[in-house]
């Protein structure tokens, strides 16, 4: 047993960039993982044939820019491939095509309503606007409202400077757009139903809320204000799968001297006198550290790998009102051939975007109602997409990879642990919705993994299958993620820190908790700081 | 431009608030005529007939939300405001007789669960210190954003401050729940299904939300910061109006009824008069509208006066109505389940558990009427023996959801349809009821709008939310009661600080005239 100079629980993204950020720094980091591969959320896995699926997040583009260079990914092999636009399938037959070309893409829109053309650029022109302002607070702590802290209370005057100097009608927009519905939102420009619905898509990702509650507009922002290579709000592969961008940063932090136990989990956070002392794994392995810095969601954290006596009650039961609802289902499938789907032949260039199913506003809003009542939609919002057209790395020539993400799917089946039969069941509507697009499509099936939150949870640990680790709503961002009080990084123990996505600003493959957490245990150890901050976009 | 300090207003609307804000401008040396197109005075604070011999508050029934302030400077017990009863309290029904009272954050009844006590206790002191904070404001005239004025910083760093001496805990809990939904807050909370119902109820009651929907705490906050205690006028809501205009009449203010304005004149870049429905034209110094925003800014003045992004906004504000109000006629009181007969003059409210509420509310997202709704229940001639011939007794219920754009139409078949559900509920928790009935009306979002001239039916004029608030409501630009429009100032419920019969919007419109006068 050999003391380090810090722990680092989890060897997903944010606990990679942690770790690698504190390596960086000269710390003498180890780094723990239950599975047997690192990457967590982030993974390549090759589960079936010679085809390696992106089998849980399965795009790039949040991933901060400054981290990007900051750690080197480029160096440490991470390519990310763009590609382009999107395609919302019509039950008529019909589909809207988003082009990565704006004279295409505006030709389309006009193809389904003139006046939805010219509402388009004021769309994009103010959610841009809003991404531009929220990016500015991505890398940055966020200041506790409740202190007198100087450090506090200039935060607070500086958040408060950013939104005055936007004027008057810029800084009434933003409260209502983080206080609107994505449908209401939407209302105000476009009349074109098939339109609304592309676009609030991405207003219910990952979120336990439907596309006319309150709250979504914010969640859009979450998925347009990323980046690939400078390009604002562009969509990008990490070549050979999303693993790819773990593996850069993991080489990166090796080649910082720093240390990776993988295939054993923590089983317990030791603290002695109000301090943490180190971790103790499942095969009752100890290791000393005075900085223990947990990649784990909040509840996982404390309600599962700590002493409740070593908590405060008031906090304990902070923790168990924290909301990690899953939302989200996933199915990664190995497809013979490419699928043909009706609307798009000829239409090469859309089979390369993002798919979505799900063609009103409606349909999307009574897919949420289905979750409400403690059931997997029964005509869910699919959002799918064939990485294999853009990156051929990823399945054996002329065979291709399909990752469909599925929104809603509960935690749990009408209150009652998911089963087998209902996770088939669940399979079974996502690939009979693609059949009626796709005829043919499911004949050329090799293999689908399922995963339901109760996969999530077991295989990734994201609690009740959140992939944000904890809900993107009011009560849960900035300084109130993921607690009020605690929303600096550091624990409710001497020692102990947090890196995840249940931190601010949440999640996403954007690595920012876990480089922010970084920032803030060098500063707390008076260590030279290797952490970018803040953003720089001009 | 005019160089002098206004001598004159025209106040379109005699609603409460027009009537509070020409009683305050009269009282301060104006020259005031209030222009009202229905026959009686009031708006939606009325007291009417809805079947011989029955009267009723037909549009809002219960007081909860009357301005102290306004109360005292008009005198309105002068005038004739007397309560019939006060001090009401909240009584959730249950089919079973396990019904439970809620009266200052004391529960009481039968259905009232020991766990729940003491959480309810601290819920309701901490949400009332909560709403502390909006009624404060409440008073306030917003302040405008982005500017550089001081007064205008300094609104914006009193409001923070009056969050800041809430304590650390308080403040914390309020920055995490006011943004979000009523039902996790009651889940966290309560064990209850009946307690959080009647709790969800006061988070989405006027509002096109459910439970679950962001922004119910904020409802919540906004109910429980008017309501003191609820209370019942003497001879129904129409007495508060009939006060207010004795109070403007008294002050000097003309009041003609019958009198429906067509159109606000215009002199260059001014508002200078009103053009009436018969042709005839009036002048004043100053126009203030108790009419929607929509109404006014769409209707009476005409987009071609707004700037585009302003008129943009207007047109998108959000006016569905989504409340129904049901009256009965009864051959005798309701005979609710396991309740005494003074128990039957509380604020009744009739919805078991917060799924039900939420369910109720998934057919207005889509143009449906609830096949369950749920509902507030005032009887007021328990207290009130004007309102019904001896031994009979009026029902009033505020009903959830009629959504103003039902799909297909408020047909009769419709409003037909939808009274029997209403009646089905009530059934269940007052057996027999149904044999009681000798009348009944049913005043969909539609009637509403038709009879009392908001647009959409919509009781705040404009949906009172997170994103309609404050230095926000009802758009940016007119938050402050005046215009973009020179000499036009709104003083409805579409502005801040919103609905319920306060006559706050009324009396802050007035003082932001009279404060105005200066710098015109």
Redesign the interface.
Known sequence: MRRHDAIVIGAGHNGIANAAFLAKAGLDVLLVEKNDYIGGAAVSRNLHGDWIYSNCSYVCSLLRPEIHRALDLAKYGLQVVPYGGSVTLAENGDYFGSYPDEDASRREIMRHSPRDADAAHRYERDIMRQCRFIRQFLLRTAPD??SFKPRDLLELLHIGRKL?????????DT??FY???IA?WL??YFESPLLKAAYAGSGIIGSA?GV????TAYVLLHHAMGDVDGTAGAWGFARGGMGAITAAMQRCFEAHGGKTLAGNGVARIEVRGGAVTGVTLENGDEHRAGIVVSNMTLPRTFLECMDPKDLRPEFLEKCR?F?IRGSSGKLNIALEGLPDFTALRGNQELMRADLHISDSI?RL??AY?DW?DGTWSRDPYVDLLIPTLTDPTMAPPGKHFMSVFVQYVPPKVRGKDWTDADRDGFRDTVLDRIEAHAPGFKKMIAHVEVRTPRELEAEVGLTEGNIFQGEL???QLL??RPI??YAQYRGPVKGLWMCGSSNHPGGGVMAAPGANAAREILMHLKKPNTVPEGWRDD | MTEHAPRSAIVIGAGHNGLACAAYLAKAGLSVTVLEASDRVGGAAVTREFTPGYRVSAGAHLLHALDEGVRRDLALERYGLRMAAEDLYTIALDPGGQWLSIADGALGGPGALDADRVSMAKHHRQMSRFARILDGIGDRRPPRLGTQNWRDLLALGRLGLDIRRLGTEDMREFLRIAGINIFDVLEERFESALLKAALAIDGTLGAMLGPRSNNSVFIALHRCNQGRDWALPSGGMGTVSVALDGAARAAGARIRTKTRVAAIRMDFDRACGVTLEDGETLDADVIVSNADPKTTFERLLGARHLEAGFANRIHHLRTRGCVAKLHLALDGPPRFTGLDADQRGQRLLIAPDPETVEHAFNHAKYGEHSERPVMEISVPSVFDDTLAPPGHHVLSANVQWAPYDLKGGWSEAAKQGFTERCLDSLEACAPGLREQVLANELLTPVDLENEFGMSGGHWHHVELALDSFFMLRPVPGAARYSTPVPGLYLCGAGSHPGGGVSGRPGRNAARAVLADRGRQ
């Open positions: 409202p409740a005055w100097d936007l004027g008057e009608d810029t800084i009434a409260i209502r206080t609107m519905s209401d209302d105000e809320l006319m509650s309150p709250g009102n909301k409606e809003e009574r109602d409400k709503t009011m009560d300084f109130n009020p009080g």
